[in-house]
């Protein structure tokens, strides 16, 4: 079950919306070619206003309402909502909602229009954003598992073509589709993990440490702070991490429950020292500056890591999506300022449950 909402655009000649007068004439021409697909329509508040326009609300029968709102710049839109049963068609089907926005056109006249899918809103989520914070529509179907953990909100969504789909705090994180993100991040075919020490920061969907395994490296340390996290993708995502996250410990691999942070500090205590260091932790965040608590975040990573890098070690760690141009020069802005210094390359890979292309960073000292 779910609300449909259709949303219509119409881009008017200025004229058209200048004035008071002007705008009403313009909500006269709309209702009447409402009422051709609504004959029940009535009108339940309108308001007229000099700085803010007309605004109107229309129902049919108190089922289907209908809000309309007239910008004196030259814009109109038109959103249609109304409650839909599983099980029932809709009232307002594509082709029909298609040969309303032509209708409405013509007869108003407009320079442009256009009309929206149908959002569906209700009791499963369908809609997440890119990382430029556009609006993606998955074909998710099921809630599989919802819970929160001490640190975030954890949800498993099932879509149709990516299978189970990791959410952490209602951000994409991972899917059964995305083999690809996995072997970008550790550079499959070009690095060479055999007999290697590594350390994952992060990686609590059992991916990584489950790919690195089949590497033949020395020892893998994972340091991750959500133990419902493990949990959960051990139960409903075993298949990108097989039985990895069963055990804490063996012989290949140790799994710590904890802040990596305080972790990374023993470390360079202790003169441990690693070939590979992953960062699979928070994305480049999506702001003007590096300032804030996130990028900090990100400068106390970076120290850590390094120090407890071997001279000829590297560190490897995904970025953002590739349009976020700004967010990636910061980043590497914050790289350039690293001491001692280091040099970077980048990889790049679509990643099917993100819908677009991401962007890996392969980090060591220069």
């Given at each position: 079950m779910a609300a449909q909402t259709i949303l219509f655009d119409f881009t008017l000649d200025k004229d058209k919306t200048a004035d008071e007068e002007s705008r009403v004439k313009v909500a006269k021409i709309l209702r009447n070619e409402l009422e051709q697909v609504f004959p029940q329509l009535e009108l339940a508040y309108s308001m007229e206003s000099p700085e803010n326009g007309y605004f109107a609300v229309l129902h049919e029968n108190k089922d289907t309402v209908i809000t309309c709102r007239i910008f004196q710049h030259g814009l109109l839109t038109l959103n249609v909502e109304y409650f839909l049963p599983d099980g029932k068609e809709p009232s307002i089907s594509f082709e029909s909602a298609k040969s309303l926005e032509k209708v409405l056109a013509?007869?108003?006249?407009?320079?442009?229009?256009?009309?929206?899918?149908?959002?569906?809103r209700g009791d499963v989520s369908r809609y997440f954003p890119s990382s430029d914070e556009r609006i993606i529509e998955y074909d998710i179907d099921k809630v599989v598992y919802e819970a929160r953990s001490p640190f975030q909100k954890i949800q498993i969504m099932h879509s149709k073509t990516l299978g189970n789909m990791l959410l952490l705090d209602e951000l994409q994180n991972i899917a059964e589709s995305d083999l690809i993100y996995t072997e970008t991040l550790m550079c499959r075919g070009v690095e060479n993990y055999e007999g290697k020490e590594i350390c994952i920061l992060g990686g609590g969907d059992g991916a990584l440490l489950y790919e690195l395994l089949k590497e033949n490296p020395k020892h893998v340390v994972m340091l991750e702070i959500d133990e419902l996290v493990m949990q959960t993708c051990n139960k409903y995502l075993n298949?990108?991490?097989?039985?990895?996250?069963?055990?804490?410990?063996?012989?290949?691999?140790?799994?710590?429950?904890?802040?990596?942070?305080?972790y990374l500090k023993k470390f360079v205590a202790e003169g441990r020292k690693f070939d590979y260091v992953f960062g699979d932790l928070t994305d480049i965040p999506i702001t003007d500056a590096p300032e804030g608590e996130t990028w900090d975040f990100i400068r106390t990573i970076f120290e850590h890591s390094f120090n407890v890098l071997k001279a000829d070690g590297k560190y490897l760690t995904h970025g953002n999506g590739t349009t976020c141009k700004v967010q990636i020069r910061l980043f590497e802005e914050e790289l350039g300022l690293l001491r001692p210094k280091v040099k970077f390359t980048t990889s790049k890979?679509?990643?099917?449950?993100?819908?677009e292309e991401w962007l890996f960073y392969q980090v060591s000292f220069a």
């Open positions: 013509v007869k108003l006249k407009a320079i442009k229009a256009q009309k929206l899918p149908t959002l569906k298949v990108i991490c097989g039985d990895v996250l069963e055990k804490r410990k063996t012989d290949q691999y140790e799994i710590i429950v904890g802040d990596c942070v305080e890979a679509f990643v099917p449950s993100f819908m």
